[in-house]
Structure formats: C-alpha cells, structure tokens
C-alpha cells in the first residue's frame, strides 16, 4: 500500500454480496481505511452471476427463462448494492456503486483495472483448502489475478 499522503488518495473497492462476511469487509474498511476513502469515492461493487440453465433444452421457453433469470440477479445486485450506500452514507462516505453481469471471479478482476483501483477487500470464509480447491474461490483467484493489492476480510476465530 502507498504511504504517507499518496494513502489518502488510494482507491478502494469492496466487493458485497448477500453474505455475512462481505458486510464484515465493507464495515472493516469503514472503520478502518477513513483516510484512504476521504477523497475518493468507495466503489461499492456487485456481481450479477450468470443464470445456470444448462438443464434447460433449447427453446423460445429456454432463452425467456434466461432473460427472467438474468433480470432477477440484476435486482438482486441492485438491492445489495443499495443496503451497502446506506451503510456507507450514515458514515458520511461517498459511494461509487457499480454492478457486472458474468462470473464473479471475473469481473471483479475487470472491474479492477476498468476502475483504476489500488485496493481491493473481499470478505472471505477461511474454508479449509480441500473445499477452496474443490469449489473454487473467488477471493483466491482475485488474490492471484487482480492487478492491484488484495485485502481478505475474515472471521475472528
């Protein structure tokens, strides 16, 4: 992270989702990282998943479930991202909230560069490595993939 006074003007995003433990990095940063995120606006970021219809048969049927699907997440995203500004305004910080359809992992590695972000926090579960290596992560791959420094959130155990 820069030091000094290049630190007050570093961008900072925080990737939220339905989960407990995004809420905990959003709050970590509030709390923490006041002279990082005075100057800049706090890009709030939510990702819409793709729909999974692989079991759906191709049809006029198949693509309007898509479509239903799609629009749902949207939503979804939408409401997540407005109950974040309202954390973020009763702190009196200023929000850049952005949602991106496609896979989580991604996008927020797109919306990185796309941004111009230095920081990036991510609330993680600390799974054990055989269910990270089994499911995936998100947060891994973003540790590994996003061109800026990765900040993960956990759990106090």
């Not at 002279?35 to 990702?47: H, T, Y």
């Not at 995203?77 to 974040?84: F, P, S, T, W, Y």
């Not at 952005?98 to 919306?111: F, H, L, R, S, W």
């Not at 799974?127 to 947060?139: D, E, Q």
């Amino acid at each position: 992270m820069n030091k000094g006074n290049g630190r007050a003007n570093m961008k900072v995003m925080v990737v939220i989702d339905e989960s407990e433990c995004s809420y905990r990095a959003l709050k970590w940063v509030l709390d923490n990282l006041e002279e990082s995120i005075k100057n800049l606006p706090l890009v709030i970021f939510a990702a819409q998943p793709p729909p999974n219809c692989n079991y759906v048969v191709s049809s006029a049927f198949a693509m309007d479930l898509f479509n239903s699907v799609q629009q749902q997440n949207k939503k979804v995203a939408l409401g997540i991202l407005e109950k974040a500004k309202r954390i973020c305004a009763s702190k009196g910080v200023t929000v850049e909230a952005i949602t991106e359809a496609g896979y989580p992992k991604e996008v927020i590695c797109d919306a990185v560069q796309k941004c111009g972000v230095n920081l990036l926090v991510i609330g993680d579960e600390a799974n054990g490595n055989i269910k990270r290596a089994l499911l995936g992560c998100v947060s891994s791959y973003c540790v590994q993939n996003a061109k800026c420094q990765v900040l993960l959130v956990r759990n106090k155990a």
